[in-house]
């Protein structure tokens, strides 16, 4: 998706690393202190930029995916079920910890101290058990 989508600026690194040792030769040439600590600057803020432009473009990776995972999410008895590669649905998922943190957390089968529900082991939060076949 993101692949053929294409950003301008994308592939602007090549190009301003060129930019940045014409400017460094320049000012290598015209013996300015000044001028050759002010690019020497300019570098090391650009690279900084380039860190930080990589760094958001791992996190919309990371964002888009969620709300890719988010896409398929069935709600389903108060809780998620996410169907497995097989298309059959797999759950029940704590819905509290997904949607606060976006956590697949498998909720625990009813005990004898928690009869008839479902409990997250995260956030304690219980649910009326049903099966996920029942609408
Ligand atoms: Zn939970």
Redesign the pocket.
């Known amino acids: 998706m993101s692949s053929t989508h294409s950003m301008p600026g994308a592939n602007a690194w090549p190009m301003v690393r060129s930019i940045l040792g014409d400017l460094k030769k320049a000012a290598a040439q015209i013996r300015d202190a000044d001028i050759r600590s002010k690019v020497l600057d300019l570098q090391e803020h650009l690279v900084d930029m380039r860190e930080y432009a990589l760094e958001l473009r791992e996190e919309n990776t990371r964002l888009r995916a969620q709300m890719d995972d988010r896409g398929r999410a069935v709600f389903r008895h108060g809780a998620y079920w996410f169907p497995d590669p097989e298309g059959e649905l797999t759950g029940p998922f ?5 949607d606060s943190v976006g ?1 697949r ?1 498998r ?1 625990h089968e009813p005990t004898a101290q928690t009869p008839g529900r479902w409990v ?6 219980a649910y009326e058990k049903k099966t996920a076949s029942t609408r």
Do not use: A
């Open positions: 704590c819905r509290q910890c997904y956590l957390t909720l997250c082991p995260t956030c304690k939060m």
